[in-house]
């Protein structure tokens, strides 16, 4: 029981990382219908530029906790800031051109941005990996227990907390963002169609950016927190991190915000079950598996809209 | 001539050409839309209407000849060189299409509100103010949601304000289309072919609106019908087009007599045509009100 409950910690924590960055997924597929899978790399460079605004300030574990949580929002403004303009980069100069051409062109653009990130990073970072001591530690005992194994103590640490709280305030921020602005309502006509939507005087290209925009802070919050809860990254992380969160977006159903924040959920738990009650070195395949499955029974996800076609 | 539509037009084509390779599909076109007038473009199937709303809304920019839009302060634009989203922003002129282009997803009340995305954007700061909801965005948007109410009111269907707009049947749809176009705030509205498919009622009450619109808000509406009857009925001023080129232009009494007329729709000889062309159109109109929805409407 307490094993489970410290792996449903884990699982959570991981879910809502994923789920961050399906968000920018699912966001960017809805409006112009493709997949932008320079966004894993999008995550990797917010966690990178996270790392170099902690050591350019010079953050480290001793200073008091108000301290630093005031600098990480500092280091988390600096990061959505700097990932946004990359992304929203990309997007000018990788798929704005190709808008109106043929549905793969994006997409193989969509490749060739990532790999071009990655390679940015590695030659600008090198491709060491980068790990740094944790900032945050402490938390909280959920459960302590004495068996005749030993002490066994069910902990949440402040990262875990911290991780879960705004991830749950994001959701919260984007869905009253998309149900209930001016903005939101500009997204979703986009989303259904695009020329009648600037015929109501709406500037498409610019929604379109806002968008990208949009999904890029959310990805560097996802950058900055795995930093703060892995300790270690590399210019690689991008890659499996997107496939990843990707899948979190296809099994939620793409399309759909809550869905993308539910697959990722869905596969940070597989994941870290998995990993604690099987064998650790298959729970990428549990998860690829899960999403075959689900695919199988329901084609549109999980809170996707099914595709009527009205004739 | 002291016609409305010379005297004040609030758009103005003058000369243009739309060529596709080698296809010329309109050939130096040239009419005025008056300020406060209904003016129908009529003409065969393939003459070119829908090409020239194509050009009025930035989908073509024409090969040549210039679309001046003129606003009553003294205002012109050139439309061939807007984007289309700064044509309804600036311009000010707003369209609808022969198919249905709702946002089949979202409740009849946001397709309207979201036609005022303009007004409701610099109200909330772009969206930051929305977000930490200032009382100026809350009041924006509260005019917005009154604007689309008096809309709804008028086309009946505040019953169905928070439906999805896919779900209303198909005259709600048009009459919602026509709606939201005005939320936009046109000055001139185009509407293509909005009587097709309804049955006599329904093109009826469009008739009505059409004229209500015309009368409260002020403002010229230019539309491309093929149901004579809404044609005769209505408008103030038809322009007649065959194979991309004018034809005729004048009022709906003139152009109905008009040989060059007659000639396309029916072709027959010059001679023969005027009264053959007004037995024949009085008889359509009568056909009109008599028949059964299925066969009225577009062809």
């Known amino acids: 029981m307490e094993y489970f409950l410290e792996q449903l910690i884990n699982g959570i924590t991981l879910g809502s990382i994923y789920g961050l960055i399906a968000i920018g997924y699912t966001m960017v597929y809805g409006i112009i219908g493709m997949i932008n899978f320079a966004h894993g790399d999008i995550f990797m460079i917010g966690a990178m530029i996270s790392l170099i605004a902690i050591l350019a300030i010079g953050l480290t ?8 949580l005031l600098a990480l929002i500092l280091v988390l403004a600096i990061a959505m800031i700097l990932a946004s303009a990359f992304n929203w980069t990309v997007e000018r100069v990788a798929y704005k051109p190709l808008r109106g051409s043929f549905r793969l062109a994006p997409l193989i653009s969509a490749i060739g941005m990532s790999i071009v990130l990655q390679e940015f990073a590695r030659i600008a970072q090198g491709g060491r990996p980068k790990p740094m001591q944790p900032l945050l530690s402490g938390g909280f005992e959920l459960m302590h227990r004495t068996t005749e194994a030993g002490e066994f103590i069910v902990r949440i640490s402040t990262i875990q907390i911290i991780i879960i ?113 099987f064998s650790v070195e298959y729970k990428d395949v549990a998860a690829f598996a899960m999403l075959a499955v689900v695919l199988i029974f329901l084609p549109q996800g999980l809170l996707g809209k099914p595709e009527v076609e009205k004739v | 001539m002291a016609n409305t539509w010379q005297a004040d037009p609030v758009l103005s084509v003058e000369h243009i050409t739309m060529r596709f390779g080698g296809l010329v599909a309109i050939d130096d076109l040239s009419f005025n839309v008056g300020r406060n007038d209904i003016t129908a473009l009529i003409g065969p199937n393939g003459a070119g209407k829908t090409t020239v709303f194509n050009c009025l809304t930035g989908f073509y920019k024409p090969t040549e000849g210039m679309i001046v839009m ?19 922003q600036f311009a ?55 604007k689309a109410t008096y809309w ?56 009505k609106l059409l004229l209500s619109i015309r009368e409260d808000q002020g403002i010229g509406i230019l539309l491309i019908e093929h149901d004579m009857k809404v044609v005769m009925e209505i408008s103030d001023h038809v322009v007649v087009l065959d194979y991309g080129q004018k034809i005729a232009d004048g009022t709906p009494a003139e152009v109905k007599i008009d040989p060059a007329v007659i000639r396309a729709y029916l072709g027959v000889d010059e001679e023969e045509a005027p009264p053959i062309a007004e037995k024949l159109i009085t008889e359509a109109i009568a056909r009109a009100e008599n028949e059964p929805p299925a066969q009225q409407g577009g062809r």
């Open chain 1, 61 to 68: 574990a001793s200073a008091s906790f108000a301290l630093l």
């Open chain 2, 70 to 88: 003129r606003h009553e302060d003294g205002k012109n634009f050139i439309l061939e060189r807007m984007d289309d989203f700064r044509i309804s």
């Open chain 2, 152 to 207: 709804l009111e008028k086309i009946h269907l505040i019953d169905r304000a928070d439906d999805p707009a896919g779900d209303l049947p198909y005259g709600a749809q048009r009459r919602l289309e026509i709606a939201r176009a005005m939320c936009t705030e046109p000055k001139l509205l185009c509407l293509d072919e909005p009587a097709a498919g309804l049955n006599p009622r329904e093109s009826d009450d469009l008739n």
């Open chain 1, 165 to 277: 709280v705004t991830t749950l305030a994001l959701m919260a921020l984007f869905t009253a963002l998309i149900t209930r602005t001016s903005l939101g309502r500009a997204q979703r006509s986009c989303e259904q169609d695009m020329k009648m939507a600037s015929l109501l005087g709406i500037d498409v290209n610019k929604t379109i950016s806002i968008t990208f925009i949009m999904g890029a802070s959310l990805a560097a919050v996802a950058g900055l927190m795995f930093f703060l809860r892995y300790g270690v990254i590399d210019f690689y992380i991008g890659f499996l991190a997107g496939v990843k969160a990707f899948t979190a977006a296809v099994l939620g159903g793409i399309g759909s915000i809550p869905g993308a924040m539910l697959g990722g959920l869905v596969i940070g738990l597989i994941e870290v079950f998995w990993s604690a009650y």
């Open chain 2, 92 to 146: 000010k002129v707003a369209r609808t299409f022969q198919n249905i282009r709702l946002f089949a997803g979202m409740t009849v009340l946001e397709n309207l509100v979201v036609a005022q995305h303009n007004t409701l954007m610099k109200a909330s700061g772009y969206t930051v103010a929305g977000i930490l909801g200032s009382r100026a965005y809350k009041r924006a948007e509260k005019e917005a949601v009154d």
